[in-house]
Each structure stands twice: as C-alpha cells, then as structure tokens.
C-alpha cells in the first residue's frame, strides 16, 4: 500500500480541488509514493497522536484538522503542538494528511452528518457552489415540529453533550433546522436565508446570540460538532480497501482541548 493509494479513496469522497482557499487539506507531510503498513485518524494532529500512530505501527496519520496551516519559518520539536508534531512526524517517518474543508464541503461529511443525527429530512447543502452538490453546512426539515426546550434536549442527548450555549428560545414551533460543523458564525445570515428556525454550529461570539424571536442559537463546541468525521473517514478507508482494514484505526478520545467544569 502507498500513500498515494490512500489519497486516492480520500479524494474521491472529499476532492481536494474543493477546499476553502485559506485552507490547507491534503498531504502536509510525506511523500505520495511512500510504504503505508497502517493508517492512524484522529482530528487533531497532535504530537500524542503521532506517539500514538507510532507505536501502532502506522506510518500514515489522517486528521480533519490540518497540522500545518501557516508557513513555517523553523521546525522546534519543543514548541508544542506544531513543532513537535512536525518533529515527530519526520523523525519516524510518519506521511501525514488532512481533509478539512474538503470533508466539510461534502453532503456526506461534517455538517451532512451533524443534519443526519438530527433525523432530519430533506438534507441539502447550506451555502451550495457550483451545481449545489458540495458547500459548507447543511439545512433540513424536523420529520415533527418541535418547542425549543425540545430541540434542546435532542441535541444534547444526540451529541452527547454536557452543555450547550444557546440565544434566547424561539417562540412557537421549529421545523427546519441548518448546521454547521466548526466555526459558523459567519454563515448565521446563509443559516437565516435558508427558512431555518434554529442554526446549530460552534464558536459563535458574544454579539451573535442577540437573535429576533423568530431565530435562534446553538453553539454545541467545536470538537463536539465535527468530530463524527474521523470515524467517517476510518469507514470509507476500511470499505474501500477492505483488505487493509485490519491496519487502519482511530484514536479521538483524548483530542478535544476544551474542557468543561461543572458539568
């Protein structure tokens, strides 16, 4: 197995001519023509995941996230958690790739899955580009019409959350519902365009959950509302190359660096 041929799979879900233009998906570490004996997932590239893929044998790491976004201007194995991924990566020889906006832009990826745990119906993309098969988030109709306090407490057992941060209830019945995986507060106008009662996303600011009675608010994290992509991802590397399932695994459970206390 190469790299190439791993790309290969996950290109096909998720082209990367597709991604944002700030973006950086795709191979970040490695070369396409390199041995891959397994392939390590995860969301975050961290140096722990790295140690992680490491000792499992793979030399091959596929995150959402990339680890590399910005140009470097020196590698430090000490400045954490770049560098020392970085580092880490070269120094075992670890290819490392990343399908963000690539993943996020698919009706398959991120923001169709978060739409799919909701039940929802009618799934389409949110901000459509080019013949409206791919763009980011997702927006879709309830199969019944539900309160707020509803809808709450649906998201927080569907995505298993401890809390949510939300604007004040909308009043009356919430039909229609559009998502966004990661950071969505700039699509709050796309959201409200689209006929949907409630936005659901992460990393909205302060200024934003000051909504009119007929719109309202959720922000679910970050972590929370992407991370279903990397066992996505592990799916479609094991279906597609079914022979090679043994040596492909994740690793997310210790990857969210947000903490919650109270909860």
């Known amino acids: 197995m190469k ?7 996950l290109e ?7 991604q944002e233009k700030w973006d950086n998906s795709g191979l970040i570490i490695g070369s396409p023509d390199n041995d891959v004996h397994g392939v390590m997932l995860g969301f975050d590239c961290t140096p722990e995941l790295i140690d992680e893929a490491a000792l499992a044998g793979c030399d091959m790491v596929v995150t959402h996230h990339p680890l590399i976004f ?6 430090d194995p000490f400045d954490y958690p770049v560098g020392a991924a970085v580092y880490k990566a070269v120094q075992a020889g670890i290819a490392v790739y990343a399908a963000h906006t690539t993943a996020d832009k698919v009706i398959a990826g991120v923001s169709g899955a978060m739409a799919r745990r909701l039940g929802l119906l009618d799934i ?12 980011l988030g997702a927006v879709g109709n309830l199969p019944v019409p539900m309160t707020a306090g509803e809808v709450l407490e649906m998201v927080k057992e569907r995505f298993g959350l401890g809390v949510i941060r939300h604007s004040r209830p909308v009043e009356g019945l919430i039909s229609r ?15 409200r365009a689209s006929g949907a009662q409630l936005y659901i996303t992460a990393d909205i600011s302060y200024h934003n959950f ?3 009675g007929d719109f309202m608010l959720m922000d679910i994290g970050h972590f929370e509302s992407e991370v279903e992509i ?5 799916a479609l590397i094991r279906k597609k190359i ?15 660096p947000v903490h919650y206390f109270g909860i």
């Open 210 to 212: 000051f909504t009119s």
């Open 12 to 18: 096909e879900f998720a082209p990367l001519g597709i």
């Open 177 to 191: 519902i559009a998502v966004l995986g990661g950071s969505g507060g700039g699509d709050i106008p796309a959201a």
């Open 3 to 9: 790299v190439k041929d791993i790309i290969a799979v």
């Open 124 to 135: 389409e993309v949110l901000e459509p580009e080019e013949d409206g098969s791919v763009g």
């Open 230 to 234: 990397v066992d996505i991802l592990l």
């Open 70 to 75: 910005k140009g470097m201007n020196h590698i």
């Open 242 to 256: 079914p022979n090679f399932a043994d040596c492909v695994r994740a690793c997310v459970n210790r990857n969210n």
